[in-house]
T-cell receptor, first 112, second 115 residues
Framework: GESVGLHLPTLSVQEGDNSIINCAYS??????FIWYKQESGKGPQFIID?????DKRQGQRVTVLLNKTVKHLSLQIAATQPGDSAVYFC???????????FGKGTRLSVIA | DSGVTQTPKHLITATGQRVTLRCSPR?????VYWYQQSLDQGLQFLIH???????AKGNILERFSAQQFPDLHSELNLSSLELGDSALYFC??????????????FGEGSRLTVL
């Protein structure tokens, strides 16, 4: 079933191309950021995280970039595959007792 | 498999009714979080418990309540249900809480449909 609705920004990429998904975060006190992937009918899954003392972190086929000056986070997926089709959420840890705060999400659609 | 278990996976009920959603966190995690995901919204934080105590409250309606039991499982109770309560309800768990909670591990969700 559908995990999220009709009003998400959508990014369509050709299979094999690189994808870049952007996120603006709101709280300058946030010092931990996570990207989650949510496939249709499933719960969000951890992809990669980054702490504010870094500006780049690489995983397998994924890279997260953090620009604290403009409060911007991006997720780069190399050689995008059909299995990468999903909704991607960024999340920040905010301040105090606030749990992770999630962005609205971006739907990635991979064209074979 | 995240290790977080939610039941039921699907639930269909009528307006005015009451339902209970259940969550078992990952082994060793003391924090449980409830999130609501509707068609036109992202993940909306509802409530957070740590080791049996409420730690943070989000946009949770007064008709909704939750608790975390001594064995750390949690239940989310939704009462006087309205059509707009139809959504996916996710439970997540983490070892810690607050600013330093780290990664949240999500269950597969409970899809509630109110007719």
């Amino acid at each position: 079933g559908e995990s999220v609705g009709l009003h998400l920004p959508t990014l369509s990429v050709q299979e094999g191309d690189n994808s870049i998904i952007n996120c603006a975060y709101s709280n300058s006190a946030s010092d931990y950021f996570i990207w989650y992937k949510q496939e249709s009918g499933k719960g969000p899954q951890f992809i990669i995280d980054i702490r504010s003392n870094m500006d780049k972190r690489q995983g397998q086929r994924v890279t997260v970039l953090l620009n604290k000056t403009v409060k911007h986070l991006s997720l780069q997926i190399a050689a995008t595959q059909p299995g990468d089709s999903a909704v991607y959420f960024c999340a920040e840890n905010g301040s105090g007792n606030t749990p992770l705060v999630f962005g609205k999400g971006t739907r990635l659609s991979v064209i074979a | 498999d995240s290790g977080v278990t939610q039941t039921p996976k699907h639930l269909i009920t009528a307006t005015g009714q009451r339902v209970t959603l259940r969550c078992s966190p990952r082994s060793g995690d003391l924090s449980v979080y409830w999130y609501q995901q509707s068609l036109d919204q992202g993940l909306q934080f509802l409530i957070h418990y740590y080791n049996g105590e409420e730690r943070a409250k989000g946009n949770i309606l007064e008709r909704f309540s939750a608790q975390q039991f001594p064995d750390l499982h949690s239940e989310l109770n939704l009462s006087s249900l309205e059509l707009g309560d139809s959504a996916l309800y996710f439970c997540a768990s983490s070892v810690g809480w607050g600013h330093d909670a780290g990664e949240l591990f999500f269950g597969e969700g409970s899809r509630l449909t109110v007719l």
